[in-house]
T-cell receptor, first 113, second 114 residues
Framework: LAKTTQPISMDSYEGQEVNITCSHN???????ITWYQQFPSQGPRFIIQ???TKVTNEVASLFIPADRKSSTLSLPRVSLSDTAVYYC??????????????FGTGTRLLVSP | ETGVTQTPRHLVMGMTNKKSLKCEQH?????MYWYKQSAKKPLELMFV???????ENNSVPSRFSPECPNSSHLFLHLHTLQPEDSALYLC?????????????FGPGTRLTVL
């Protein structure tokens, strides 16, 4: 599984756009990039997944450059409730069986008023 | 509410006790997972069951014993634990073959070993 590197922490204010970048230089051809969000004392929650270019859902956007060696999670207009730890994970999407997720230390986002 | 429930939510036990953690998923998934999250450490995958068969044992000590009686239920039996086993234990489930194999996590059991 490809190793990922992301900032340990980030600070922002309500209403701002937050971009969290993740490096994954050793990403394999069949690897997808997935982001999870975790609040204190809760399990992680899937945010978004992509393979290349741009993916957008109701929560976030994921930008992936052509070389796929990095990715950026973009959270538009954050609120206090977006304060959480954000994990970037890289690995293959399995057709059968389970998917082994390897979580790193994540990025701790603090949103202030 | 993710469709994955865990009981109990909090558990305090002595090192000589035997207890069990329970996980139930109401999503029709066929893969279930146990994770451990210690303070200030990343989530660690412990066990994986796919179609009720254990497919991953991530070098977990034998004092942790998983059981998957059917595709909706997963247990983690605990005995003679150590204080360093105190952590948040998370259960998750996923569906084979769906887009992204998104894992749905339960709220966790906060375990304290005295």
């Amino acid at each position: 599984l490809a190793k990922t590197t992301q900032p340990i922490s980030m600070d922002s204010y309500e209403g701002q756009e937050v971009n969290i970048t993740c490096s994954h230089n050793n990403i394999a051809t069949n690897d997808y990039i997935t982001w999870y969000q975790q609040f204190p004392s809760q399990g992680p929650r899937f945010i978004i997944q992509g393979y290349k270019t741009k993916v957008t859902n109701e929560v976030a956007s994921l930008f992936i450059p052509a070389d796929r060696k990095s990715s950026t999670l973009s959270l538009p207009r954050v609120s206090l409730s977006d304060t959480a730890v954000y994990y970037c994970l890289v690995g293959p999407v399995m057709n059968t069986g389970f998917q082994k997720l390897v979580f790193g230390t994540g990025t701790r986002l603090l949103v202030s008023p | 509410e993710t469709g994955v429930t865990q009981t109990p939510r909090h558990l305090v036990m002595g090192m000589t006790n035997k207890k069990s953690l329970k996980c139930e998923q109401h999503l029709g998934h066929n893969a279930m997972y146990w994770y451990k999250q210690s303070a200030k450490k990343p989530l660690e995958l412990m066990f994986v069951y796919s179609l009720e068969e254990r497919v991953e044992n991530n070098s977990v000590p034998s004092r942790f014993s998983p059981e998957c009686p059917n595709s909706s239920h997963l247990f983690l039996h605990l005995h003679t634990l150590q204080p360093e086993d105190s952590a948040l234990y998370l259960c998750a489930s996923s569906q084979d073959g769906t887009s992204g194999n998104e894992q749905f996590f339960g709220p966790g059991t906060r375990l304290t070993v005295l």
